[in-house]
Structure formats: structure tokens, C-alpha cells
């Protein structure tokens, strides 16, 4: 349960401090490819900096939008076949650097992301 600051609407700041920790926890620090597609043929390629199962941060000449909704081809190391994301919109961009979240992936390539991450982790 979600404790609250009776002189605010905010979450106490150890709830949010325990989230922050475990975004961090599930990110892997690599470098790998990263082709997006979007509306009207838009497209581009990234270099992904960081990864996890539910985003990525990635930097790309192309200039991106806040709020633009893209599909992903993510080329993992030792993986054959790239990680296919149905849905990922960019949550923020600073310079040639932006976030994404991932809003639609199946399990099945979920599953090869979270086995990335924890085959590095080892």
C-alpha cells in the first residue's frame, strides 16, 4: 500500500525511491541495433544504450517525437532472429537521445528480453 503525504498528493518519497530502484534493477547496459518504424513510412535506425523488459533508451540521428507510437526490430547479442515489439512509444527525447516504453509485446519476445538481461546479469 502506497503511503501518502498528508501535505500532498504525492507518494511518500521511500515508495517512490523503491520503484526507481527497481526500473534500474531490470535495465542492462549494452549496445545493439535498433530499427523503428512509424506512420506514413516513417522510419530510422537507433542504437540501443539500455534495455529492459518494459523499455529502452536508445540514440538515433533521426529526430523523434514525444508521444510518437513506433514498431521495433531490436537485434540482440547472440540472438538469431531480432525481438519484434508491436508497440513502443517514445515517453521522452533530449539531443539525439530518447525513451521508449514498450506498450505492446507479445510474451514470447518479452520472455527473450527478460533472458538477455539475466544471461548479462549472471
Known amino acids: 500500500m502506497t503511503t501518502q503525504d498528508p501535505k500532498s498528493n504525492r507518494a511518500s518519497g521511500s515508495d517512490t525511491e523503491a520503484a526507481t530502484a527497481e526500473r ?9 541495433r535498433l530499427f523503428f518504424f512509424g506512420e506514413d513510412d516513417f522510419e530510422g535506425e537507433a542504437t540501443i544504450l539500455d534495455l529492459s523488459t518494459g523499455g529502452c533508451q536508445a540514440t538515433s540521428l533521426t529526430e523523434l517525437q514525444i508521444g510518437t507510437t513506433l514498431r521495433l526490430s531490436l537485434f540482440l547479442q547472440d540472438q538469431q532472429w531480432p525481438v519484434r515489439i508491436d508497440g513502443a512509444m517514445v515517453r521522452w527525447v533530449h539531443g539525439t537521445s530518447f525513451g521508449l516504453e514498450f506498450t505492446e509485446i507479445r510474451s514470447a519476445q518479452r520472455e527473450r528480453i527478460r533472458a538477455v538481461i539475466m544471461k548479462a546479469k549472471l
Open 24 to 32: 534500474r534493477g531490470r535495465r542492462l547496459s549494452l549496445s545493439c
